[in-house]
C-alpha cells in the first residue's frame, strides 16, 4: 500500500509541477522502476502514446539515462549474479533448488559494430545462452551469454559456483545432444552404464544430475524410425513403411481417427522441420499405438513399443500436478506406475536395434542417463525436503532456453539471424524484461533494496514489436506462444476437435512448453499450429476467387478400413468421434446428446475408437444424436456435391445450410446444428488443403526431376 501510495503521490506531484510551472520535478527511483515495468510490456509507439494522452511518465532518455549502468557483457554473469542474490534473498530451501540448462543459437557470420561499447565485433558463428530456472518455483533468469564459447567443464563449475554464491542450490544441469555437449559428458565422464551426475564444486557433498533435453531425445527417436527403423527385442519392426500403413487408414477421407497425422507434415520430413518437436510427438502417440492394434493387429509389438515411447515421454514431461493424465503429474514417492513407465523404456532403449547398428546410438545413451539421473534427482529432493515433494519433470528440460531464443529472434522483424552486435542489445533488453518481471531493481548495485519480492506484476501481455528493430521495443511474451489475431471460433473448432481425438477434454496434451516464436528450432507447447490449420485460416481470410475442380477419379472409390473385431470402418470411428465432440461442445444447450466415456454404458458400436483413446472424460454420442448426425452428414454432402471440390464458394455457405438442417431437424436446438455445420465445414476445407498440398509437393519433385536430368 505504501508502495502503490508513493508511485500515486510522485505522480500527483509531477502533475502539479506541470500545470504551475515548464519543468518538472526529478522522478525518484520508485516511480522510474514502474515507468520501466511499463516500458517492458509495451512497444516505444504504446509508451509514448501513454506520454502523449496524458500519463505522467518519463520519457525514454530518461529511462536510458537511468539504465545506462545496466550491462550485460557476454561472457560475464556478474550482472545476472547480482539479481539472482536479489531474488533469492529470504527464499526458503525449496525456492533455491535451480536447474542450469544452455544451448548454442546460430547467429550471422559477420562483423558488426556495437555502440554501447565502442567496440567492433565478430565474425562469430553461434552464442551460448545459459539460463537458470526453479526446479519448484516459477522464477527463471538468463544467467550467461557468450559466442563462440562451448561448453566446458571449468567454465559449467564456474557458472555452478557463482549461482551457488547468489543463494541458488544448483541441482541439475540439461543440455541437448549436440557433438559439443557430448564432448562435455565425456570430459565429466558422464555415462549410461556409470556415474550420471557431477559434484558440486561448492559442496562436494551434493550431486548435480546431468540429463539431456527430452524433447530433442524424442526427435531423435522419430528420426531414426523414420531413415533406419528399430528392431524391437521381440523381433518387432518399427520403421517408415509400418507407420505409412497407419497414415494410409485414413487417406482420403474427410472423417479421420488420426486427424493430425500428414505424410507430408510426420512422414515426409526433412530439414528444418525435423527440428520440431509436436509432429515426433503425434506421431509417436497413444492414438498411434491403437490404430496399429486395431487395424494391423499382427503388429501388436510395435503398438506396444510406440505407446511405451508416448508414456516414457508423458513421465518425462510432466507439467502440472492435476493433470488428468497420470503419468504427467510429476514424479515423487508415490510415483509408483511412471517409475515403472521408465524401468520398461530404459530396457526397451537398451536393448533395441537401430537399423544394422551393434552398438548403443548418441540417442540411446541420452534417454538412459536421463532416466538414471531423474531417479537420482527424484531420490534426493525427497530426502532433502520431504517425502510429499515431488519433481514437475518437465521442468527439467531446455524449453526456457528454445523460447529465449525464439524471443531474440522475434525481436528482429524480419530477421531471424541477428548479428553479435544485435543479439548483445536482444539479450539485454530480454534480461531487463524478466528483471522486471521478477520485481527487482535493475540499478543495485550492493545491497539489493528495490522493490520487496512480495509486489505482485500483472500477467504480461505478449505485444509485438512496433518498430520490429532489435534495440526498440521490449516484448515480454512470457515464455508463451503469441496467438494468432486472426484466429476465431470456427477456426477453434476443428484445432479443439482434433486436440480431442488424443486427449480428454479436461485438458490438451502438452508435449512442450515450447513456444512457437523459433521459426524451425522447436514447434511449442499451447495452440495446434498443424499445416491443416493453417492453411485452412488462409483460405478463410483470403477468399480466393479460383479453384481447380477435381474428376471423379480423382475422389475415393475404396472402401474404408475395417476394425476386424467389430467390422466398424475407421470413417464412421472418425464420424462417432466428431458427433462426440459436437456433443461436449453444446452439452448446455443439449445435455442429452451424449455423456462423458467413464459413465458411458448403452452406446453405438461406432464410438468404439472414442473409448478406446479417452481416459474417462471425451463424450461419447448418444444413438438419437448418432443417428440425427448421419442424417446431416448426407444432407451435407448432398448440398456441396455439385460445387468444385465438393465444398460451396457461394457467401452464406454456414448460414444457409443451417437453415436447411434446421427445417428437417425440429429436435434439436439451432446453436448444436451451427455447430455441426461450422465443423463439418472446415473438416472439408482441411480434406481439400491435404490434396493441394499433396498436388504440389507431386509437382514439385516432378520439377526436380526434370531439372536435374536435364
Known amino acids: 500500500m505504501n508502495q502503490k501510495f508513493s508511485f500515486v503521490a510522485s505522480l500527483v506531484l509531477q502533475i502539479d509541477f506541470l500545470l504551475h510551472d515548464n519543468r518538472p520535478c526529478p522522478w525518484d527511483e520508485e516511480s522510474v522502476l514502474r515507468a520501466l515495468d511499463i516500458r517492458t510490456r509495451l512497444s516505444i509507439k504504446q509508451y509514448e502514446y501513454l506520454r502523449n494522452i496524458g500519463f505522467p511518465l518519463p520519457g525514454r532518455s530518461t529511462l536510458q539515462s537511468w539504465m545506462k549502468n545496466f550491462v550485460v557483457k557476454p561472457g560475464d554473469a556478474t550482472c545476472a549474479t547480482r539479481m539472482l542474490t536479489q531474488l533469492l ?262 536393448n533395441m536395434t537401430v537399423g544394422q547398428r551393434s552398438s548403443l546410438m548418441p540417442f540411446q545413451k541420452g534417454f538412459l542417463v536421463t ?102 521495443a521490449i516484448d515480454d511474451t512470457d515464455f508463451a506462444e503469441e496467438r494468432s489475431v486472426e484466429e476465431d471460433q470456427v477456426s477453434a473448432d476443428l484445432s479443439d476437435m482434433q486436440s480431442l481425438f488424443v486427449e480428454d477434454n479436461q485438458g490438451s496434451k502438452s508435449r512442450s512448453e515450447a513456444r512457437s516464436s523459433e521459426r524451425g528450432e522447436r514447434s511449442t507447447e499451447g495452440d495446434d499450429d498443424s499445416a491443416d490449420l493453417s492453411d485452412m485460416q488462409s483460405l478463410f481470410v483470403e477468399v480466393k476467387h479460383h479453384y481447380k475442380s477435381r474428376s471423379a477419379s480423382n475422389r475415393v472409390t475404396t472402401p474404408s478400413r475395417v476394425d476386424p473385431q467389430t467390422g466398424v470402418s475407421a470413417e464412421m470411428y472418425g464420424m462417432a468421434h466428431a458427433a462426440g465432440y459436437v456433443a461436449a461442445k ?29 481416459r474417462g472424460g471425451l463424450n461419447v454420442p448418444t444413438a438419437r444424436w448418432m443417428s440425427a448426425f448421419r442424417q446431416m452428414e448426407a444432407t451435407f454432402c448432398r448440398h456441396h456435391h455439385m460445387e468444385p471440390d465438393r465444398l460451396s464458394r457461394r457467401p452464406g455457405v454456414i448460414g444457409s445450410l443451417t437453415r436447411l438442417l434446421c427445417a428437417e431437424q425440429p429436435d434439436f436446438d439451432p446453436r448444436v446444428i451451427r455447430r455441426f455445420v461450422r465443423l463439418r465445414t472446415f473438416i472439408r476445407m482441411a480434406c481439400i488443403n491435404r490434396e493441394l498440398r499433396r498436388e504440389a509437393m507431386e509437382k514439385r519433385e516432378a520439377r526436380k526431376k526434370k531439372q536435374f536430368s536435364g
Open 371 to 472: 532416466i538414471r539421473s531423474m531417479r537420482g534427482l527424484v531420490a534426493d529432493m525427497v530426502d532433502r525436503l520431504g517425502p510429499s515433494t515431488y519433481v514437475l519433470t518437465g521442468r527439467v528440460n531446455q524449453d526456457a532456453v528454445e523460447s529465449f531464443f525464439g524471443m531474440v529472434r522475434g525481436k528482429g522483424g524480419a530477421n531471424f539471424n541477428p548479428s553479435p552486435s544485435e543479439a548483445k542489445s536482444r539479450v539485454r533488453n530480454l534480461m531487463l524484461m524478466h528483471v522486471m518481471k521478477l520485481g527487482l531493481n535493475p540499478k543495485v548495485s550492493r545491497q539489493a533494496r528495490g522493490l520487496k519480492a512480495s509486489r505482485q506484476t500483472r500477467p504480461a501481455a505478449a505485444v509485438g514489436d512496433e518498430e520490429g528493430s532489435g534495440d526498440g
Open 586 to 614: 453444446c452439452r448446455k444447450v443439449d445435455p442429452n446428446l451424449g455423456v462423458p466415456s467413464a459413465f458411458a454404458e448403452e452406446v453405438p458400436v461406432e464410438t468404439m475408437w472414442t473409448r478406446l483413446i479417452s
Open 89 to 350: 534473498d529470504g527464499k526458503p530451501d525449496m525456492d533455491r533448488a535451480c536447474i542450469l540448462m544452455f544451448d548454442e543459437m546460430k547467429v550471422s557470420g559477420i562483423v558488426s559494430y556495437d555502440n554501447t561499447a565502442d567496440q567492433v565485433m565478430g565474425p562469430n558463428a553461434y552464442m551460448q545462452q545459459v539460463i537458470v530456472r526453479s526446479l519448484f518455483g516459477k522464477w527463471r533468469l538468463p544467467l550467461y551469454y557468450d559466442f563462440d564459447a562451448p561448453m566446458t567443464k571449468d567454465l559449467l563449475e564456474e557458472l555452478i559456483i557463482m549461482v551457488e554464491a547468489g543463494g541458488g542450490n544448483v541441482v541439475a544441469a540439461v543440455s541437448d545432444l549436440g557433438g559439443s555437449n557430448r564432448g562435455l559428458w565425456t570430459e565429466l565422464e558422464i555415462d549410461c552404464d556409470g556415474a550420471t551426475h557431477l559434484p558440486n564444486p561448492v559442496d562436494p557433498s551434493r550431486k548435480i544430475w546431468v540429463f539431456a533435453d527430452t524433447p530433442h531425445l524424442l526427435k531423435l527417436l522419430r528420426n531414426h524410425v523414420l531413415d533406419d527403423g528399430i528392431t524391437l527385442p521381440n523381433g518387432g519392426l518399427v520403421d517408415k513403411e509400418l507407420l505409412a500403413q497407419v497414415l494410409a487408414i485414413d487417406e482420403g477421407r474427410d472423417y479421420r481417427i488420426l486427424p493430425k497425422l500428414n505424410v507430408d507434415t510426420h512422414l515426409e520430413v526433412h530439414g528444418q522441420a525435423r527440428q520440431k518437436v509436436r509432429p515426433a510427438a503425434q506421431l509417436l502417440s497413444r492414438s498411434t499405438a491403437k490404430a496399429i492394434e486395431r487395424f494391423i493387429p499382427q503388429e501388436k509389438a510395435a503398438a506396444d513399443f510406440i505407446r511405451l515411447c508416448n508414456d516414457g515421454f508423458d513421465v518425462l514431461n510432466g507439467q502440472s500436478p492435476c493433470d488428468s493424465n497420470r503419468l504427467r503429474r510429476g514424479l515423487g514417492s508415490a510415483s509408483a506406475e511412471a517409475f515403472q513407465v521408465l524401468t520398461d523404456l530404459e530396457t526397451a532403449i537398451r
